[in-house]
């Protein structure tokens, strides 16, 4: 595959592990954290501790979309099938992510209520389309990634005019989240981080600026890498040689696709339909000021929470589940108790077993045999 | 008094309750489709059953059965009727057997047009006819519009094992090298590519074929070949679990020995799928002694059905029977279960 093999070529990736292994202080340990879950699901996919110093390690962050939904918000979505008769338009990661009562979308969906999988937010608004007598809720859920999408369809139904569709907004964003993460770094469980990749598709539409107050606040260094192997191994790299030089800047190994500015055009169609929450809660951050997106006054009408009052209720996590703190980086997936026992991607108790991207899910499909060891 | 008896509408029929209701029109369904296209002596009988004796001296047999429920009914390089026979054919011949006589049962969905039911049947006969096995046996049922999905078939088969050949996974030993006969993920991107909601365009056909001259090929070179397996639902990864949980070992395989067609690895980079995993309809994974390896590639390689054909890992001691890959990238990771349906990733 043209412009892909060249980014997961085991040839290079010797010659970026030799030079990691060169460059790196074996005096010291270097904690570096991958934000998303795209590198998280990277790392193990494609063997990548397996090239590195023992004293590099990777941790796990909170950038996984579906595990960072608290239960309450599924709750909900699950309540406008139910509830609401309306046909709920959904990326299929979130179909198996564990709501109250043992229910999950895709349970929902096995009792009878209209669940649709979509690939993309396009594919909700065909839906609606396509059933002009049927409400059509989108369950629009990730990071700027997913965001530009979701406005563009509201623009669209908009438009159309279209007066059975809305969409319940759950956006979130990722610098608030790794502000989070530094400031938690009080709490006595916590892992002193010494630096970041940062974030690859989520940068291509904010732009590598939004990180520069970042380092410049907490003095830690970013490095924005792509989701091939090759990109993390590479900005892992450039970390240690930053920590190495005592420097703490933001520096773009993605420069294929993500520039200073970043999308221009999607930024805009973003800030003209939503606007900033006061506070939002994530799963295994809590509340989070200034971290998630609503949707305009202006577009009122196709806001869902306004459309069907939907009130949201704060529920806990089961209680022998660890996904807060390893959302937080505190605790390694191994580290709790559920791990690999009751919790696993077949019957998964807390996000971070579900999607792909989340670290328990990851490190149990790719990596349990290193437990064993 | 001969009744006239106006022919069965091909081009313009559809099946209605009356061609599963067990009256004269089923009879005439019979006759004018089955009959006519399978024909072959025992079917023509109409018995029950079909009654048949064997070679003498035949010693043991294999019966398997697979039921098709495809989506698409037809797809890019087969369709459900030539499926039907290569599923069941290759069951057989993957414990070591050569396929004697199928058994066919259709459910049919009322309102389904009798001419794509004609173009499955006559595709199933070709598909048999190929094969050199008969289908000897069958039932049809009609189920109300809605409650169906046009045609499902469920096809039996029969064979004869030759003697000396014992293929079953408790045979799989530490050094045991394992092989796949060719390009892997054809037939579930070929499959995928026409879903309605999921139309992309491919070249990719689906590899729908039968093993069964290649097993023979293989058996005649290597008769200790240990196991067999065609990787259909769930692909390479599947397989190698269920023998890895079998037999009690784990497995080593090599991510860069394993041919998968760059358009196929390009649709499942597009859909966040895993080629490991996708399905395949004319593979099949063979395990056997280290020291059979290289002859039984050569004799693979030799065949039409097996040119693409590679040793990709081998068997290795692991009380967990974990199956690992060696990625291209140089690290190592596991190759799990398939846990649910294989999702797309969304960013």
């Not at chain 1, 879950?37 to 950038?63: E, K, Q, W």
């Not at chain 1, 309450?72 to 406008?80: P, Y």
């Not at chain 2, 399978?38 to 294999?62: H, I, K, S, W």
């Not at chain 2, 799990?336 to 990733?345: A, F, I, K, M, V």
Request: glycine share 10%; proline share 5%; hydrophobic share 45%.
């Amino acid at each position: 595959m043209k412009y892909i093999d060249e980014f997961r070529d085991g040839e290079l990736a010797r010659g970026l592990a030799n030079a990691i292994a060169e460059v790196a202080d074996p005096a010291r340990d270097y904690r570096l954290m991958e934000f998303c879950g795209g590198h998280t699901h990277a790392i193990s996919r494609y063997g990548l501790l397996d090239l590195l110093p023992a004293n590099v390690r990777m941790i796990h962050g909170p950038g996984c979309p579906v595990c960072v939904l608290p239960i309450g918000r599924i709750d909900s979505a699950i309540a406008l099938a139910t509830e609401h008769d309306v046909i709920l338009c959904t990326y299929a990661d979130t179909m198996r992510v564990p709501a109250s009562e043992g229910l999950s979308l895709l349970k929902a969906k096995a009792q009878g209520a209209d669940i649709r999988m979509v690939y993309s937010a396009d594919d909700a608004l065909r839906i609606a389309q396509d059933n002009p007598q049927r409400e059509v809720v989108f369950f629009a859920i990730g990071f700027e990634t997913t965001t530009p999408p979701t406005a563009a369809i509201v623009l669209q139904a908009a438009r159309l005019e279209l007066a059975k569709f809305s969409v319940f907004c759950n956006h979130v964003l990722t610098p608030a989240a790794m502000v989070h993460i530094m400031e938690s770094e009080r709490d006595p469980a916590a892992v002193k981080i010494d630096g970041f990749v940062g974030p690859a598709h989520v940068s291509t539409v904010i732009g590598s600026a939004p990180y520069e107050a970042f380092v410049a606040r907490y003095g830690r260094p970013v490095v924005i890498a792509g989701f091939e192997p090759l990109d993390v191994i590479q900005s892992i790299l450039m970390l240690v040689q930053q920590i190495n030089a005592g420097r703490a800047e933001v520096e773009n190994e993605f420069t294929r696709a993500v520039t200073r500015e970043g999308n221009r055009k999607a930024q805009a169609i973003c800030a003209q339909v939503f606007e900033m929450r006061d506070s939002f809660d994530w799963r295994g951050l809590g509340e989070v000021p200034h971290s998630a997106l609503k949707i305009r006054a202006e577009y009122a009408r196709f806001d869902a929470e306004l459309r069907y009052g939907i009130a949201y209720r704060q529920v806990p996590d089961h209680k022998a589940c660890e996904c807060a703190a390893i959302l937080r980086g505190h605790k390694r997936p191994a580290d709790c108790k559920v791990f690999g026992t009751v919790c696993t991607p077949d019957h998964p108790i807390g996000a971070c077993m579900v999607s792909s991207e989340g670290a328990c899910a990851a490190h149990y499909t790719y990596g349990r045999f290193r437990e064993t060891r | 008094m001969t009744t006239y008896t106006r022919p069965i509408d091909f081009k313009r029929g559809r099946v209605d309750m009356s061609h599963g209701s067990g009256g004269r029109a089923m009879a005439q369904l019979i006759d004018e489709l089955f009959v006519r296209h399978f024909a072959n002596d025992l079917l023509a009988e109409q018995g029950d059953g079909a009654c048949f004796a064997l070679p003498t001296g035949a010693g043991r047999m294999v019966m398997a059965t697979d039921s098709h429920v495809v989506s698409p009914l037809f797809f890019p390089g087969g369709d459900i009727g030539a499926l039907a026979v290569h599923g069941t054919v290759n069951d057989v011949a993957m414990m070591g057997a050569r396929p004697l006589y199928l058994s066919a049962s259709f459910i049919l969905e009322e309102g389904y047009p009798l001419a794509d039911l004609l173009r499955i049947v006559k595709s199933m006969a070709q598909a048999a006819r190929e094969v050199g096995v008969a289908i000897v046996t069958g039932d049809t049922k009609v189920v109300e519009a809605g409650k169906g999905d046009g045609v499902f078939i469920t096809t039996t088969g029969i064979g004869l094992v030759p003697q000396g050949v014992a293929l079953n996974a408790g045979r799989i030993a530490v050094g045991d090298r394992i092989l796949v006969s060719g390009m892997l993920g054809d037939h579930g991107v070929a499959i995928m590519s026409h879903r309605e909601n999921l139309t992309f365009e491919t070249t990719i056909q689906s590899d729908t074929a039968a093993l069964h001259g290649l097993v023979a090929t293989m058996l005649d070179a290597v008769p200790d070949l240990h196991v067999l397996r065609d990787p259909t639902r769930g692909g390479l990864a599947t397989v190698l679990n269920e023998f890895a949980k079998a037999s009690g070992h784990g497995m080593l395989i090599h991510e860069k020995a394993i041919p998968v067609r760059s358009e196929v690895a390009a649709a499942c980079e597009l859909l966040g799928l895993d080629p490991l995993y996708v399905a395949n309809e004319g593979k099949l994974v063979a395990f056997c002694a280290g020291q059979d390896a290289e002859t039984l590639l050569d004799v693979m390689r030799a065949h039409p059905l097996g040119r693409d054909a590679a040793i990709i890992g081998e068997v290795i001691a692991d009380e967990h029977a974990f199956v690992q890959m060696r990625t291209a990238f140089g690290g190592r990771r596991m190759v799990d279960w398939l846990n649910g349906e294989q999702l797309p990733r969304i960013c």
